[in-house]
């Protein structure tokens, strides 16, 4: 028996506790398989935490995440709290856990599963190759810049302010090099640098330290371009490092690439091992409660956690190995599936992809 990991669970909002439950039986296959102990501690965080505490982000959420190994979040929000207050919107919490916890560096990878070029966007030959990972600052930027509002002469006026200094680019972007340096070797370093200073001294920290990493092949692509890059010639890009909203918007759009942004898993790192993972997309309140969801990328981002702060990589891989198998063998959730009516639904899914993992 290995040492016991805790880890908080925080399912959120909308379709969050429907994914989280899939990946916790993940978690107890892996114990069982593997012998591993997992101490889970289930916290409110979101708009249930806002409903049940008055609070997105109660003080008792906070310290079972920092009593915590690794955190496991759903998602949060739903048009339930949009007209709350800036202080009472369930997106206010989810900014104030990243800035608690020290987590600013976001990883996103893109995978493009073979059995899966039919449910993108994309021809085939276009996505062939594509494995690509963004990078995303998660800390700084318009995000967590100042806002507010005020009169102007031409009625009421909202102003959002992006700041980033050296010292928070510089961590972002070395992480990014040496991720790179672990994988393809390419990095391209997206910004906005012919319009916005913020980018101006992102790009000159990039050409700053960009010689300490001579292995790694560096472009710097303007976020526009990107894009359209993105969209053009996927398989080109290794890893992209960017600022936080640009890198919001862009995995998004790299969801796409996969087939569905129910594919996309993350982690959010800080200093140390400690990290907490979530699936990139929200609490989709559009599906939430019909056993629709796509648990995949909440399963992925379990594997994420266990490869990146357990050091369990023979668990990771078998987990990846198993929905690999599972969509090989044509089993699909309605956001992936060409024939809707032959969907399963998010429990199906989980069930099939626990019964898969096997030990290798
Ligand atoms: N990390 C988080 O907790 C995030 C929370 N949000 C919040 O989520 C709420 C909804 O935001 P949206 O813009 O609608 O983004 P969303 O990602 O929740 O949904 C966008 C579209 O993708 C679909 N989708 C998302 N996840 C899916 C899955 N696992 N399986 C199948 N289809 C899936 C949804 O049904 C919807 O059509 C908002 O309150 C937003 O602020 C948005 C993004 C991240
Ligand atoms: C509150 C938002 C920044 C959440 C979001 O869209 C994300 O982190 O992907
Ligand atoms: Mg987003």
Redesign the pocket.
């Known amino acids: 028996m290995s040492e016991t990991k805790k880890i908080a669970v925080i399912p959120?909002d909308?379709?969050?506790p429907e994914?989280v439950a899939e990946a916790e039986k993940v978690l107890r296959r892996a114990e069982e398989l593997y012998g591993y102990s997992f101490e889970t501690e289930h916290a409110l965080f979101?708009g249930i935490a806002i409903d049940e505490k008055g609070t997105p982000l109660p003080q008792e959420t906070l310290e079972v995440c920092k009593s915590a190994d690794a955190v496991l979040?759903g998602?949060?929000?739903?048009p339930k709290w949009?007209n709350n207050s800036k202080e009472l919107r369930?997106?206010t919490g989810?900014l104030g856990i990243r800035k608690e916890l020290g987590l600013f560096s976001n990883l996103r990878p893109a995978v493009v599963f073979d059995c899966l070029k039919e449910a993108s966007t994309l021809k085939p030959e276009v996505l062939e190759g594509t494995d690509l990972m963004v990078v995303r600052e998660l800390t700084g930027g318009i995000y967590f810049g100042e806002k507010f509002r005020r009169e102007s002469e031409h009625g009421e006026e909202a102003v959002d302010t992006c700041a980033y200094n050296v010292t928070e680019i510089e961590r972002i972007v070395r992480q990014a090099f040496e991720i790179a340096q672990g994988r393809r070797k390419k990095l391209a370093s997206v910004d906005k640098a012919n319009v916005l200073e913020t980018s101006r001294l992102w790009r000159e920290t990039v050409n700053r330290i960009a010689p300490d990493y001579p292995d790694v092949e560096l472009e710097h692509v303007l976020v526009d371009n990107c894009a359209m890059q993105l969209l053009r010639r996927p398989a080109s890009f290794d890893v992209i490092v960017t600022e936080n909203m640009f890198g919001d918007i862009l995995s998004d759009e790299a969801a796409m690439l996969t087939g569905?942004?129910?594919m996309l898993a993350s982690a959010s790192l800080g200093e140390g091992s400690f990290g907490l993972y979530?699936?990139v997309?929200?609490?989709?309140?559009?599906?939430a409660g019909q056993g629709?969801?796509?648990?995949i990328?909440t399963i992925l981002s379990l594997a994420l956690m266990f490869r990146t702060t357990f050091g369990y990589a023979e668990a990771a891989d078998a987990i990846e190995v198993a929905v690999a198998k599972v969509l090989d063998e044509g089993h699909r959730?309605?956001?992936i599936a060409v024939d809707k009516s032959k969907a399963l639904s998010t429990s199906q899914m989980g069930d099939l992809i626990v019964a898969a993992i096997q030990k290798a």
């Open positions: 959120g909308g379709i969050g994914v979101g979040l998602a949060v929000g739903g949009d369930p997106e989810l569905s942004i129910g979530e699936p997309h929200g609490s989709a309140p559009d599906i629709l969801a796509n648990p990328a959730t309605a956001d």
